[in-house]
């Protein structure tokens, strides 16, 4: 073994504590950068070389940087991230919907719906005078506007959320024609994957698993494949992207449209998690679900007074007309729920009497019209009992998708934190690392320093 | 486990996140006074807080409605009242002048009398209440129930409302105490006033003695009196039921009351006492954040 080989086996020792200190600068520099997962660089012994019949030492090699990534664990991650981003997105549209309802501050519907039988029953007091009349006319018209009230907001509440699915699609198209480039640079490295690509990528399925929850199958050559859960339609392929595009269905919802072998699917129903799915969750079950509610209640308490009032007589004597107009069937009903336009300012039409003969002064038909409020209506409840029951059960829904939203985001910090814990950088370590290369790097200098001293000793033997 | 910075970072940002949100939330519940604001605050109570408001809301609507049976009753005895003064006048008048020591003249007078009670006695049988209902009318109440002659025109229905469960007659049946259901004759009050009218001038000359015939309408007078009293001791007892009921509905006010209280109100002693928590553990989470800077390897190198 000759001295100046002593000299290669020190500068090797050099460059290899330079790549320490390499890596441990870039981790530093991105400790705060999403996804990053810190970086080590590699070192083997050198392969030796065989001299005078033995192998001889042969310093140190930089074989590569590498990162500790666990694909299991980035697939629960994003799975709970999109468990969480779905359950507070819906969790946000119920919490905005609830705000519609009132109630519970003594006005809105609960109030207008008691108003509406305390009028009858001032009605029946005193039939034949005109303030109490009017006094039906004007609670039956809050009691309809309160109804038409409730289902515009959430109608408009639901435009709102179908823009929201317009723009999460939108969101998702970028992300995966992003995935789709990075995966394509990926690929162009043969078998030396760049990590920092990778970090990068992998961090962009993340953000993806915030709009929507996602499949993930990873190649050896470090590309993604990325496909839609439940539905399986594809959105990145190794370098193409499959864009997703909305529609609009028979209720005037946006619809979610994959391509696929095959044709185009629609995937509405079949999206869950993240934003995408939270929406849309929202919209066709929850809000649907209350204005659905709504419309039957609204339905069933109008035909109820319309049977008793046209069997009524006004104060003429001549036969009641119906009460409300609304919608033939329960659908819509709520929102186009309606004192009927001939007895607006005619409080002479209310039909308080159950025969011609008794016409004005007979309250029998304004009783029952009172008593309405104890009646069991189609779907077996008093009115007031099928109101607080829709918001109770509203209220139950809202609560559970709030309190769904903070379990769910507990378990993606506890995620979160595991990834930290396994892949993350921190200050703590790479101050070590960086005090280990430097000692190291002193120490091969050193190496350096005497071999070069050795190398001028042996010169001097010549002389 | 390895717990790098932007794991101590973030657990920081959530304890103080959380923290603010609660307090937020006791705030929100100390300066409003309510616990619940919306349907799904506490869904174990929505229904219980709706409920008590809703019969909150029902219960002053039935004491509406009560009030206004009660005023028209309270009318009612009143002008009973008034019209068994009168009759028991025209008991006088007929008593007096069926003595013999009375003239023609004086008769006629006293039939002058009873020609102005009958008027007032119309007047009182066409009461008019402020909305426009005749209180002796009965339930069709399309007009005045007595004409000047005093011929009834109505019908025997009465008013009855409903008052949750029960029923209650706001009014007695129409012309009750002035018609005879039966019995007596069948002569109503102002027919009876009529022929008391006719004896004191004597008006059918085939009478020769004037005194028993006109002592004759007392049998008569004191049966419009007695029914009379016993439509007004009617109206006393519905008068009693009605105050009995507003009595009921205040107990039910009150312990509605109580109830939405309960479940609506703030407990403002244990939401003190939980700010006061809340603002501990947040000072003692802004403190522990502010040091995580302050103790890591760089300080020492």
Same mark, same amino acid.
């Given at each position: 073994?000759?001295?100046?080989?002593?000299?290669?086996?020190?500068?090797?020792?050099?460059?290899?504590?330079?790549?320490?200190?390499?890596?441990?600068?870039?981790?530093?520099?991105?400790?705060?950068?999403?996804?990053?997962?810190?970086?080590?660089?590699?070192?083997?012994?050198?392969?030796?070389?065989?001299?005078?019949?033995?192998?001889?030492?042969?310093?140190?090699?930089?074989?590569?940087?590498?990162?500790?990534?666990?694909?299991?664990?980035?697939?629960?991650?994003?799975?709970?991230?999109?468990?969480?981003?779905?359950?507070?997105?819906?969790?946000?549209?119920?919490?905005?919907?609830?705000?519609?309802?009132?109630?519970?501050?003594?006005?809105?519907?609960?109030?207008?719906?008691?108003?509406?039988?305390?009028?009858?029953?001032?009605?029946?007091?005193?039939?034949?005078?005109?303030?109490?009349?009017?006094?039906?006319?004007?609670?039956?018209?809050?009691?309809?506007?309160?109804?038409?009230?409730?289902?515009?907001?959430?109608?408009?509440?639901?435009?709102?959320?179908?823009?929201?699915?317009?723009?999460?699609?939108?969101?998702?198209?970028?992300?995966?024609?992003?995935?789709?480039?990075?995966?394509?640079?990926?690929?162009?490295?043969?078998?030396?994957?760049?990590?920092?690509?990778?970090?990068?990528?992998?961090?962009?399925?993340?953000?993806?698993?915030?709009?929507?929850?996602?499949?993930?199958?990873?190649?050896?050559?470090?590309?993604?494949?990325?496909?839609?859960?439940?539905?399986?339609?594809?959105?990145?392929?190794?370098?193409?992207?499959?864009?997703?595009?909305?529609?609009?269905?028979?209720?005037?919802?946006?619809?979610?449209?994959?391509?696929?072998?095959?044709?185009?699917?629609?995937?509405?129903?079949?999206?869950?998690?993240?934003?995408?799915?939270?929406?849309?969750?929202?919209?066709?079950?929850?809000?649907?679900?209350?204005?659905?509610?709504?419309?039957?209640? =609204?339905?069933?308490? /109008? @035909? +109820?007074?319309?049977?008793?009032? &046209?069997?009524?007589?006004? *104060? %003429? $004597?001549?036969?009641?007309?119906?009460?409300?107009?609304?919608?033939?069937?329960?659908?819509?009903?709520?929102?186009?729920?309606?004192?009927?336009?001939?007895?607006?300012?005619?409080?002479?039409?209310?039909?308080?009497?159950?025969?011609?003969?008794?016409?004005?002064?007979?309250?029998?038909?304004?009783?029952?019209?009172?008593?309405?409020?104890?009646?069991?209506?189609?779907?077996?409840?008093?009115?007031?009992?099928?109101?607080?029951?829709?918001?109770?059960?509203?209220?139950?829904?809202?609560?559970?998708?709030?309190?769904? =939203?903070?379990?769910? /985001? @507990? +378990?993606?910090?506890?995620?979160? &934190?595991?990834?930290?814990? *396994? %892949? $993350?950088?921190?200050?703590?370590?790479?101050?070590?690392?960086?005090?280990?290369?430097?000692?190291?790097?002193?120490?091969?200098?050193?190496?350096?320093?005497?071999?070069?001293?050795?190398?001028?000793?042996?010169?001097?033997?010549?002389? | 486990?390895?717990?790098?910075?932007?794991?101590?970072?973030?657990?920081?940002?959530?304890?103080?996140?959380?923290?603010?949100?609660?307090?937020?939330?006791?705030?929100?519940?100390?300066?409003?006074?309510?616990?619940?604001?919306?349907?799904?605050?506490?869904?174990?109570?929505?229904?219980?807080?709706?409920?008590?408001?809703?019969?909150?809301?029902?219960?002053?609507?039935?004491?509406?409605?009560?009030?206004?049976?009660?005023?028209?009753?309270?009318?009612?005895?009143?002008?009973?009242?008034?019209?068994?003064?009168?009759?028991?006048?025209?008991?006088?008048?007929?008593?007096?002048?069926?003595?013999?020591?009375?003239?023609?003249?004086?008769?006629?007078?006293?039939?002058?009398?009873?020609?102005?009670?009958?008027?007032?006695?119309?007047?009182?049988?066409?009461?008019?209440?402020?909305?426009?209902?005749?209180?002796?009318?009965?339930?069709?109440?399309?007009?005045?129930?007595?004409?000047?002659?005093?011929?009834?025109?109505?019908?025997?229905?009465?008013?009855?409302?409903?008052?949750?469960?029960?029923?209650?007659?706001?009014?007695?049946?129409?012309?009750?105490?002035?018609?005879?259901?039966?019995?007596?004759?069948?002569?109503?009050?102002?027919?009876?006033?009529?022929?008391?009218?006719?004896?004191?001038?004597?008006?059918?000359?085939?009478?020769?003695?004037?005194?028993?015939?006109?002592?004759?309408?007392?049998?008569?007078?004191?049966?419009?009196?007695?029914?009379?009293?016993?439509?007004?001791?009617?109206?006393?007892?519905?008068?009693?039921?009605?105050?009995?009921?507003?009595?009921?509905?205040?107990?039910?006010?009150?312990?509605?009351?109580?109830?939405?209280?309960?479940?609506?109100?703030?407990?403002?002693?244990?939401?003190?006492?939980?700010?006061?928590?809340?603002?501990?553990?947040?000072?003692?989470?802004?403190?522990?954040?502010?040091?995580?800077?302050?103790?890591?390897?760089?300080?020492?190198?």
């Amino acid at each position: 073994m000759s001295i100046i080989s002593l000299l290669g086996v020190g500068a090797k020792g050099l460059s290899a504590s330079q790549a320490g200190v390499r890596s441990t600068s870039q981790n530093i520099t991105n400790m705060n950068t999403a996804g990053y997962r810190a970086q080590s660089a590699d070192v083997v012994a050198a392969s030796p070389y065989s001299q005078h019949g033995f192998y001889q030492a042969n310093g140190v090699q930089v074989v590569g940087y590498s990162h500790n990534a666990n694909a299991a664990l980035d697939d629960s991650l994003r799975g709970a991230t999109s468990d969480s981003t779905g359950a507070s997105v819906r969790s946000g549209v119920l919490d905005r919907a609830e705000s519609v309802f009132t109630d519970m501050k003594g006005t809105g519907l609960s109030s207008s719906l008691d108003n509406l039988f305390s009028a009858f029953e001032s009605f029946a007091a005193a039939p034949q005078d005109t303030i109490a009349r009017n006094g039906v006319l004007n609670a039956a018209d809050s009691f309809a506007s309160d109804f038409n009230s409730y289902a515009s907001q959430l109608s408009s509440l639901t435009a709102e959320v179908n823009e929201q699915v317009d723009g999460a699609v939108e969101e998702i198209n970028s992300l995966t024609s992003q995935i789709s480039e990075l995966n394509d640079e990926i690929a162009g490295n043969g078998s030396n994957v760049p990590l920092d690509l990778v970090d990068r990528r992998d961090q962009l399925m993340k953000d993806l698993s915030e709009k929507v929850e996602i499949d993930v199958i990873t190649h050896d050559n470090g590309v993604a494949d990325v496909s839609l859960k439940g539905s399986g339609v594809p959105l990145v392929i190794s370098d193409t992207q499959y864009k997703l595009e909305t529609g609009t269905n028979a209720d005037g919802n946006k619809t979610v449209i994959g391509h696929r072998h095959g044709g185009d699917a629609d995937v509405t129903e079949s999206l869950r998690g993240g934003k995408l799915g939270g929406l849309i969750a929202a919209r066709d079950t929850d809000l649907a679900e209350v204005g659905d509610q709504l419309d039957e209640m =609204a339905f069933n308490v /109008a @035909s +109820a007074i319309n049977a008793v009032h &046209e069997a009524g007589f006004d *104060q %003429s $004597g001549t036969a009641g007309l119906p009460m409300f107009t609304t919608t033939a069937t329960a659908e819509g009903a709520a929102g186009a729920l309606r004192l009927n336009s001939a007895l607006e300012g005619n409080p002479q039409l209310l039909a308080g009497a159950a025969t011609a003969a008794d016409a004005p002064g007979d309250n029998t038909v304004a009783n029952q019209l009172a008593e309405l409020s104890d009646t069991k209506m189609a779907d077996g409840k008093t009115p007031g009992e099928a109101l607080r029951g829709i918001l109770t059960s509203y209220g139950e829904a809202a609560n559970r998708a709030e309190v769904r =939203a903070t379990a769910t /985001a @507990s +378990a993606t910090t506890s995620l979160e &934190e595991t990834w930290q814990s *396994q %892949s $993350g950088v921190s200050v703590d370590e790479e101050m070590t690392n960086l005090m280990k290369y430097q000692t190291s790097y002193q120490a091969a200098a050193r190496v350096v320093t005497i071999a070069d001293s050795l190398l001028e000793e042996t010169i001097g033997l010549v002389r | 486990m390895r717990i790098t910075q932007q794991t101590m970072y973030a657990r920081a940002m959530a304890g103080i996140n959380r923290s603010r949100s609660r307090e937020a939330t006791l705030n929100q519940q100390i300066t409003s006074g309510e616990r619940l604001e919306k349907v799904g605050d506490d869904p174990s109570a929505t229904p219980t807080s709706l409920r008590q408001q809703s019969a909150l809301r029902q219960i002053e609507t039935h004491e509406g409605t009560l009030n206004s049976a009660n005023h028209m009753l309270a009318n009612t005895d009143s002008v009973l009242g008034q019209v068994t003064n009168l009759t028991q006048r025209l008991q006088e008048i007929a008593t007096k002048y069926a003595s013999d020591t009375y003239n023609a003249t004086d008769r006629a007078k006293g039939a002058d009398e009873v020609d102005q009670i009958r008027e007032q006695l119309v007047d009182l049988a066409n009461t008019k209440t402020a909305d426009g209902r005749y209180l002796f009318g009965g339930l069709g109440n399309a007009g005045a129930p007595y004409d000047d002659a005093g011929v009834f025109s109505g019908d025997t229905g009465k008013l009855t409302v409903s008052v949750g469960s029960s029923k209650i007659d706001a009014t007695v049946a129409g012309g009750q105490p002035f018609e005879d259901a039966g019995g007596g004759g069948g002569a109503s009050l102002f027919s009876t006033i009529d022929a008391l009218e006719a004896s004191l001038r004597h008006a059918d000359p085939t009478v020769t003695e004037q005194g028993p015939d006109i002592s004759r309408h007392l049998t008569q007078l004191k049966t419009h009196v007695d029914r009379i009293a016993t439509t007004r001791e009617d109206v006393g007892f519905t008068m009693n039921r009605v105050d009995n009921m507003k009595d009921g509905l205040a107990s039910a006010k009150l312990s509605s009351t109580e109830v939405l209280s309960d479940v609506q109100s703030t407990d403002m002693l244990s939401a003190a006492s939980e700010l006061t928590q809340v603002q501990t553990a947040l000072q003692a989470a802004m403190l522990t954040t502010s040091k995580i800077n302050s103790l890591n390897l760089m300080q020492f190198m």
